[in-house]
C-alpha cells in the first residue's frame, strides 16, 4: 500500500523533533540540530528568508536521520583512525584534517541533496523556487534531486 505523502512538518514530528526558532544567531548560521545524542529540535535562525528556513529544516532532518550518531564514510574513519597512530607528524595530522573536512564536506553534500529531495517531494515547490532565486549556484542539485524524485522510490530513501 502507498504510504501517505507527508509534509516537511508532519515528517519532523514524525521523528520525534521539533523545530525551535532563534533570533539572535550569526547571519551565516542557517540553523542546526540539537547536538546532544538523544536530539530533541532542530533549530532555525528566524531572521532568514521562510524558504532558506524550510529549507534548512530538511538538511537538518536530513543529517538527523542519515548521520546523526552514525558512523557514516567508514572507510575514511578507518583512515583517519590509522593515521592518529602518527599524529605527532605534521602530514598525518595534515592529512586527519583534510580526512575530517572531505568527510564532513561528503555528509553536507549529502544533507542538501536529501534536503531538496525532501522539498521536492513534499510539493514544497513555492520553497524551492524561492531557495534557487536565491541561490542560483543550486541549480544543478534541483536538477539531481528532481531526477531523483522521479526516478526512486524515493520516500522510503529520505524517509526510511
Ligand atoms: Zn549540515
Redesign the pocket.
Known sequence: MKRPKRTLFERVEYFGLTTEYADDLPDKICGYLDPSKDARFIMINRNHPRSEQNFTIA??LA?YIHHHGKGCFPLIIILIRMLKAFSSFKWASNSIDRLRQFRSGL??GE?NFIAMCTLIHCDAMDDVNDYLKRHPEKKMLFVFSKTAVFIARIDRFINP
Open positions: 538538511h537538518e543529517h555528509m553536507e544533507a
